[in-house]
């Protein structure tokens, strides 16, 4: 596989859309041949993203697979929960490669789909089908595969920062606890009266809690590294920031591991993974220091005291949470360098 991609949004008048066409620009083996909009068909895209009128002059296209297939290879799913269920049979079966990055493909239960997102599940045969683009974890299941699930934005935080310790067994899986916060472009671009702007401004406040739709995805992934289930305790923050995600997780160490014990392991889970970068002892990140980019770092402190680890892990949201990530799964998929149009270094400060 070592074609060039021609490559259709759907979504692309949405915040997860918009940062797809924007990091795409720079590939230099994908093009974006299509952008599409359910609701504004035939209006030029630059006229409601002025930003980005010097790369784009086309107008928007409808939903339709036939027209789809017709100009692309590949399609991005950028829309919200519920919408991917009911498109994706039809794009695959007009012979399209798919990469959505909603969470209607992520949990691998039906039921545990409907309970969580309160909508009907896709059908189990296309939810069989998709691979699951954790990069860093399950990377080497997305080569060559058709039809890719990229990760929530908070369990992309969360997991980078707990699978090699579960996988090793530095920490009791039973004893997590994550407290994640989100810049409020994580909500899409859609306004609500939750993150309008005198909701938000000077705010920090606590939502979802242990309501998210992100549990039961967090647990799929930690189950499957722990060999046994795992069930988390996951509190969400809306901090008045537009990116940014920074996920602080707690647990019991055991077998008396160190700070350098936990630093050397995930130097080592991580070796040639370039977005993951771990940083050293007593230097914590920070969401700026990813801004724009596809990486995720991640710090730790054990706490002789109370037996504990702390490991605080930030990424962008829209980029290694969505955009990035999902075109991180495109480079796996078609056997190319995973960092290829990628290789952004955060916009700081
Ligand atoms: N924002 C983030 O940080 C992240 C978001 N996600 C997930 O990615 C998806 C997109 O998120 P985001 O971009 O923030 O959301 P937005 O609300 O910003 O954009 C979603 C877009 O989907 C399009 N859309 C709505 N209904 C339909 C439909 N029936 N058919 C086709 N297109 C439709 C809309 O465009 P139009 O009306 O023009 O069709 C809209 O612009 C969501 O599932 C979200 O949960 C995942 C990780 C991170
Ligand atoms: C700040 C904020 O509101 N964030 C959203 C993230 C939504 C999202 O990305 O949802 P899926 O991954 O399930 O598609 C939330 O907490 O629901």
New binding site residues.
């Given amino acids: 596989m070592n074609e060039n991609v021609k490559v259709a949004i759907?979504?692309s008048?949405?915040?997860?859309?918009v940062e797809l066409i924007r990091l795409l620009a720079s590939h230099p083996r994908a093009a974006v041949t299509s952008v599409i909009?359910?609701?504004?068909a035939g209006a030029p895209i630059a006229e409601g993203f002025p930003h980005l009128s010097e790369i784009r002059t086309d107008v928007l296209d409808d939903?339709d697979p036939a027209l789809i297939m017709s100009k692309a290879d590949l399609v991005f799913l950028?829309?919200?929960?519920g919408?991917a269920a009911k498109l994706v049979p039809s794009l695959l079966e007009a012979g399209l490669k798919v990469i959505d990055?909603?969470?209607d493909f992520r949990l691998k239960s039906r039921d545990s789909y409907e309970t969580w997102y309160k909508k009907e599940a896709a059908e189990q045969q296309y939810i069989d089908q998709a691979e699951y683009g954790l990069a860093e974890v399950y990377g080497d299941r997305v080569k060559g595969k058709d039809f890719i699930s990229n990760p929530?934005?908070y369990p992309t935080a969360t997991l980078l920062g707990l699978v090699p310790a579960i996988k090793a067994g530095y920490i009791d899986p039973a004893t997590i606890i994550i407290d994640a916060k989100s810049g409020v472009?994580?909500a899409?671009?859609?306004a609500s009266l939750g993150t309008h702007y005198s909701e938000l401004n000077e705010n920090f406040k606590a939502y979802k809690v242990n309501k998210h739709q992100h549990i039961p995805e967090i647990e799929q992934v930690l189950s499957d590294a722990a060999g046994c289930p795992v069930i988390t305790t996951f509190t969400t923050h809306l901090v008045p920031m537009t990116r940014g995600i920074m996920s602080t997780m707690y647990a019991t160490i055991q077998g008396g591991r160190s700070l350098e014990d936990f630093i050397s392991l995930y130097r080592h889970y991580y070796e040639g993974r370039r977005f993951v970068r771990i940083r050293n002892a007593g230097i914590w990140p920070a969401t700026k220091e990813v801004w724009g980019s596809n990486y995720c770092d991640i710090g730790f402190a054990v706490d002789e005291r109370t037996g504990r680890v702390t490991i605080v892990s930030v990424i962008d949201?829209?980029v290694k949470?969505?955009a990035g990530q999902a075109i991180q799964n495109l480079n796996l998929m078609m056997g190319w360098d995973e960092s290829l149009g990628l290789q952004f270094v955060p916009a700081y400060p």
């Fill in positions: 759907i979504g008048t949405g915040y997860g859309g909009s359910s609701s504004s939903v950028a829309t919200p929960a919408v990055i909603s969470g929530g934005c472009s994580g899409g671009r859609g949201n829209l949470g969505a």
